[in-house]
Every structure is written in C-alpha cells, then in structure tokens.
Nanobody
C-alpha cells in the first residue's frame, strides 16, 4: 500500500522558517506529480504548490509565492517544502499528496503535519 509520511512541522515565530519533508513508499515515485496542501482550522484544504515528476513545472499559490519552495529528490522518493518568512496565517496542517501522471486528481495523501506560527 502506498504511503506518504510528512514530517518537520512545529511551532515557530513569525518570520522564521521550517522545512517539511514527505517520504513516499510503495509507488513509482518518478511517475507522480507531488503536491503540498494545507488546511487551516475551519477552512477548506487548499493547494500550496506542486512539482512535476521531472522537478520542473513547479506551481505555487499566490499566497506563498516567493516565500515557499518545493523540491523533490526522485532518488530518495522525497519531496520537500521549504517555508520561509512564515506568517500567522500560514498556520495549518500541511499534507503532501501524489497524483499519477495523466490523472486529474490526487490519488494518495499523507496524514499531515501541523505548522503553527505565533505572532
């Protein structure tokens, strides 16, 4: 069974940084687009950004553009989300997800990691 396991969340102050990691197993990692999503309390889950199988075609939501960076290492089956200049409104549970090339939806999800940013 496919597994996605996020790590690296925590409590930080505004302006600080975090690096989230997502370890993928039991899938042909290089054939999946990987996405990061977040869900704040009482709000819908929204996409943060995604990275294509090749590492190219990185897309970010407007709210994080210029502050967050997505990268992947296909040799290690890992995807990362670097969060810089964090703001209290970035507080959320962050999820990684995998979407098979050619699929219109994300097929697999991790359990999430909490990021809390204090002001």
């Amino acid at each position: 069974q496919v597994q996605l396991v996020e790590s690296g969340g925590g409590l930080v102050q505004a302006g600080e940084s975090l690096r989230l990691s997502c370890a993928a197993s039991r899938l042909t990692f290089s054939t999946y687009t990987m996405g990061w999503f977040r869900q704040a309390p009482g709000k819908e889950r929204r996409i943060v950004g995604s990275v294509a199988w090749s590492g190219d075609a990185i897309v970010y939501s407007d709210s994080v553009k210029g502050r967050f960076t997505i990268s992947r290492d296909n040799a290690k089956n890992m995807v990362y989300l670097q969060l810089n200049s964090l703001k209290p409104e970035d507080t959320a549970v962050y999820y990684c997800a995998a979407r098979k090339i050619g699929s219109g939806t994300y097929d697999y999800w991790g359990q999430g990691t909490q990021v809390t940013v204090s002001s």
